[in-house]
C-alpha cells in the first residue's frame, strides 16, 4: 500500500504493510495553512486573467535535469542488484518514462484517449552542460560512506554532497531512503502581489526518490507496484506545483476542475474502479490520473486543467520561471547527430567525446590508426545525448581516425591521445 506524508511544501510517497494513515500534523499547522491559501490565492487571481489563454499554450517547454547518485558503494562499481550506484540504463529508462508521460505519446504506457487527456507540453533532457560550461551527461556520482538517508532529517546533508544551481537545472538525487518511503518533491513557492510566500530553499529545490523505484523494469527498479517509473512522474508533478487529486482531505479541492472529487487516495495495489461520494453521487476516481496514489502501471492521464495549473505556475514561481528561461542556453536544440571532442590532442584518461542526438537512438563509434586498420569500436543502444570517456576504448597513442556511424549519419574525425 502506497501512502503519502505532507506539508505544504513537501511530498512523501510510502510504502506500509498496514494501513497506516497519513502523518498530517505538519499541515495542521496554521502558518503553513496560510501560505498554502496564500499561493493558491496567487494562482487562482492569475488564473482569473490570464485563465483564457492558458489551455492554448502549446509551446514545448524543456527542463535540463541533473541525476546525483549517492551511493555506498566504496568500489564504486555501478548497476547490479541492490546497488544504489544504479546504471546509466537505469537512469536512461527513467528520462523516456517522464516524457512518454508529460507528452502523453502514442504507443506507451503514458497514453490515453480521454477527452480530458493533456500532453503537457513538458520534456526532460539529461543535462549536456555542468555548471562550469563544460560537457556533461546529466549524471553525477557520489559516494559517501551511509548506508541510507531519512527523509525527514538527511535532505540538507545530501544536497551539500552534490547540487547544480536549481535556477538553471531540475536537480534529482538519487539514494537509499530509510524506513518505507520512496520520495520527497519539493513544491513551488511564488512571492507576487506582495504576499510573503517564498520560493523553497535552493539547495533542496528538487526531487529526492528512492533507487529502487527509479526506471522501468531494470536494474533495481523492477517492482511489480512501483517498479514502472511513475513515482518519479508524480513527485515532479508536485515540483510543478499539482496537488493530489482528492486535496488531501476528504473531498478536498485540488483546484482542477477535470479531476473529480475523490473522498481519499487510492490505496489498492491492484488497478480497480474506486468509487466516491462527494455531492451525494456516487462517482468514479481518476484511478489514472498520475496524482493519486495508484499503482505504477495504472497511471497514464495528467488533465487539460492541471495543465493549465503548472502552466501558471511557470509563470509564478520565480525559480521555475528561471529555470525555464535559462533551459535555452543549457538544452542545445540538436536536429542533427553531432560530436565534440574535449581535450584533443590529449592524454586518453582526459580526452571525452560528447554524443549530442536528436533523441534517444542507437549509434556506434569507430577508430581506426593511420593504415586503415581498426583498433576499437563500441555500439551504443537506445541512448540519450550523452559524454564517452576515451579510457573506455582500448586505443592506442598517436593519430587516430574515429567515426560516429548512425542511422542519421556518418561523421569522421581526427583525434590525437597523447
Given at each position: 500500500?502506497?501512502?503519502?506524508?505532507n506539508s505544504?511544501?513537501?511530498?512523501l510517497?510510502?510504502i506500509s504493510?498496514n494501513?497506516q494513515?497519513?502523518?498530517?500534523?505538519?499541515?495542521?499547522?496554521?502558518?503553513?495553512?496560510?501560505?498554502?491559501?496564500?499561493?493558491q490565492r496567487?494562482?487562482?487571481n492569475?488564473k482569473?486573467?490570464?485563465?483564457?489563454?492558458?489551455?492554448l499554450?502549446?509551446?514545448?517547454?524543456?527542463?535540463?535535469?541533473?541525476v546525483h547518485?549517492?551511493?555506498?558503494?566504496?568500489?564504486k562499481?555501478?548497476?547490479?542488484?541492490?546497488?544504489?550506484?544504479?546504471s546509466?540504463?537505469q537512469?536512461?529508462?527513467?528520462?523516456?518514462?517522464?516524457n512518454?508521460?508529460?507528452?502523453?505519446?502514442?504507443?506507451?504506457l503514458?497514453?490515453?484517449?480521454?477527452?480530458?487527456?493533456?500532453?503537457?507540453g513538458i520534456?526532460?533532457?539529461?543535462?549536456?552542460?555542468d555548471?562550469?560550461?563544460?560537457p556533461s551527461?546529466g549524471?553525477?556520482?557520489t559516494?559517501?560512506?551511509?548506508t541510507n538517508?531519512?527523509?525527514?532529517?538527511?535532505?540538507?546533508?545530501?544536497?551539500?554532497?552534490t547540487?547544480?544551481?536549481s535556477?538553471?537545472y531540475l536537480?534529482?538525487?538519487?539514494l537509499?531512503?530509510s524506513?518505507?518511503?520512496?520520495?520527497?518533491?519539493?513544491?513551488?513557492?511564488?512571492a507576487?502581489?506582495?504576499?510573503?510566500l517564498?520560493d523553497?530553499?535552493?539547495k533542496?529545490?528538487?526531487?529526492?526518490?528512492?533507487?529502487?523505484v527509479?526506471?522501468?523494469?531494470?536494474?533495481?527498479?523492477?517492482?511489480?507496484?512501483?517498479g514502472?517509473?511513475?513515482?518519479?512522474?508524480?513527485?515532479i508533478?508536485?515540483?510543478?506545483?499539482l496537488?493530489?487529486?482528492?486535496?488531501?482531505?476528504?473531498c478536498g479541492?485540488?483546484?482542477?476542475?477535470?479531476?473529480?472529487?475523490?473522498?481519499?487516495?487510492n490505496d489498492?495495489e491492484?488497478?480497480?474502479?474506486?468509487?466516491?461520494?462527494?455531492?451525494g453521487?456516487?462517482s468514479?476516481?481518476m484511478?489514472?490520473?498520475?496524482?493519486?496514489y495508484?499503482?505504477?502501471s495504472?497511471?497514464?492521464?495528467f488533465?487539460?486543467?492541471?495543465?493549465?495549473?503548472v502552466?501558471?505556475v511557470?509563470?509564478?514561481s520565480?525559480?521555475?520561471?528561471?529555470?525555464?528561461?535559462?533551459?535555452?542556453?543549457?538544452?542545445?536544440?540538436?536536429?542533427?547527430?553531432?560530436?565534440?571532442?574535449?581535450?584533443?590532442?590529449?592524454?586518453k584518461?582526459?580526452?571525452r567525446?560528447?554524443?549530442?542526438?536528436?533523441?534517444?537512438?542507437?549509434f556506434t563509434l569507430?577508430?581506426?590508426d593511420?593504415?586503415?586498420?581498426?583498433v576499437?569500436?563500441?555500439?551504443?543502444?537506445?541512448y540519450?545525448?550523452?559524454?564517452?570517456?576515451?579510457?573506455?576504448?582500448?586505443i592506442?597513442?598517436?593519430?587516430?581516425?574515429?567515426?560516429?556511424?548512425?542511422?542519421?549519419s556518418m561523421?569522421?574525425?581526427?583525434?590525437i591521445?597523447?
Amino acid at each position: 500500500m502506497m501512502k503519502l506524508i505532507n506539508s505544504v511544501f513537501f511530498f512523501l510517497i510510502v510504502i506500509s504493510g498496514n494501513a497506516q494513515r497519513c502523518a498530517l500534523g505538519v499541515m495542521a499547522s496554521p502558518e503553513l495553512q496560510k501560505r498554502h491559501l496564500d499561493f493558491q490565492r496567487i494562482v487562482e487571481n492569475h488564473k482569473s486573467i490570464n485563465g483564457s489563454n492558458l489551455r492554448l499554450q502549446e509551446e514545448i517547454i524543456r527542463i535540463p535535469v541533473v541525476v546525483h547518485v549517492i551511493h555506498d558503494n566504496i568500489g564504486k562499481s555501478i548497476g547490479g542488484p541492490s546497488n544504489s550506484n544504479i546504471s546509466d540504463r537505469q537512469i536512461f529508462s527513467q528520462i523516456k518514462v517522464l516524457n512518454e508521460d508529460f507528452r502523453r505519446i502514442p504507443g506507451t504506457l503514458g497514453f490515453n484517449n480521454l477527452k480530458v487527456g493533456a500532453d503537457m507540453g513538458i520534456e526532460f533532457f539529461l543535462a549536456q552542460e555542468d555548471p562550469n560550461g563544460s560537457p556533461s551527461s546529466g549524471i553525477t556520482r557520489t559516494y559517501y560512506n551511509k548506508t541510507n538517508f531519512n527523509i525527514f532529517g538527511d535532505l540538507s546533508l545530501v544536497s551539500n554532497l552534490t547540487y547544480w544551481d536549481s535556477n538553471k537545472y531540475l536537480n534529482i538525487w538519487v539514494l537509499d531512503f530509510s524506513g518505507l518511503y520512496l520520495g520527497y518533491g519539493e513544491f513551488p513557492g511564488a512571492a507576487v502581489d506582495g504576499l510573503e510566500l517564498s520560493d523553497a530553499p535552493a539547495k533542496t529545490d528538487g526531487v529526492f526518490i528512492d533507487y529502487e523505484v527509479f526506471g522501468k523494469q531494470t536494474g533495481t527498479a523492477t517492482g511489480r507496484i512501483y517498479g514502472y517509473g511513475r513515482t518519479l512522474t508524480h513527485e515532479i508533478g508536485h515540483w510543478l506545483g499539482l496537488l493530489h487529486t482528492w486535496g488531501d482531505t476528504k473531498c478536498g479541492d485540488d483546484y482542477c476542475i477535470d479531476t473529480p472529487e475523490a473522498e481519499k487516495e487510492n490505496d489498492s495495489e491492484i488497478c480497480r474502479d474506486v468509487y466516491s461520494r462527494c455531492q451525494g453521487i456516487a462517482s468514479r476516481n481518476m484511478i489514472e490520473n498520475y496524482m493519486d496514489y495508484t499503482p505504477d502501471s495504472c497511471m497514464n492521464v495528467f488533465t487539460l486543467d492541471q495543465k493549465a495549473r503548472v502552466r501558471q505556475v511557470l509563470e509564478l514561481s520565480p525559480r521555475r520561471r528561471r529555470l525555464v528561461l535559462n533551459s535555452q542556453f543549457l538544452l542545445p536544440n540538436n536536429s542533427e547527430v553531432a560530436i565534440n571532442i574535449v581535450n584533443n590532442p590529449g592524454l586518453k584518461s582526459q580526452m571525452r567525446f560528447q554524443v549530442l542526438l536528436p533523441d534517444f537512438q542507437d549509434f556506434t563509434l569507430r577508430f581506426f590508426d593511420i593504415l586503415g586498420r581498426e583498433v576499437a569500436e563500441k555500439t551504443y543502444k537506445d541512448y540519450p545525448s550523452t559524454v564517452i570517456s576515451a579510457s573506455d576504448f582500448k586505443i592506442p597513442s598517436g593519430l587516430l581516425i574515429m567515426q560516429l556511424i548512425s542511422d542519421q549519419s556518418m561523421i569522421t574525425k581526427r583525434i590525437i591521445v597523447l
